[in-house]
Nanobody, 124 residues
Framework: QVQLVESGGGLVQAGGSLRLSCVAS????????MGWLRQAPGKERKFVAA????????LYADFVKGRFTISRDNAKKTFYLQMNSLKPEDTAIYYC?????????????????WGQGTQVTVSS
């Protein structure tokens, strides 16, 4: 099973940018999909973006399209979420996750390994 450690969260003003990183250790399969999900206080966890580890194809939630970019560095076993034009409604705990089930799926339950989460706070 893969272990994940996020970093890069913090406090930023609206319109600013942050880059989250997630370092994976353990076995990564070619069919694995890496994802970013978030959970705001009192709300359910939501899918943000995903990238296929081998092919590099991506999927985004509508509410981040054009603002967030997911990428990966296979050699470093690390994937990233570049967040631009941040809004106060982007405030949440961001989790990186891996799905060993294959397929770019925007459903949190599809992911079966999770990082500990990193707080992102966007002030207005």
């Amino acid at each position: 099973q893969v272990q994940l450690v996020e970093s890069g969260g913090g406090l930023v003003q609206a319109g600013g940018s942050l880059r989250l990183s997630c370092v994976a250790s353990g076995r990564i399969n070619n069919w694995d999909v890496m994802g970013w999900l978030r959970q705001a206080p009192g709300k359910e966890r939501k899918f943000v973006a995903a990238i296929a580890w081998s092919a590099g194809s991506t999927l985004y939630a509508d509410f981040v399209k054009g603002r967030f970019t997911i990428s990966r560095d296979n050699a470093k076993k690390t994937f990233y979420l570049q967040m631009n034009s941040l809004k106060p409604e982007d405030t949440a705990i961001y989790y990186c996750a891996v799905s060993t089930r294959g397929g770019l799926i925007a459903v949190p339950s599809h992911y079966n390994s999770w990082g500990q989460g990193t707080q992102v706070t966007v002030s207005s």
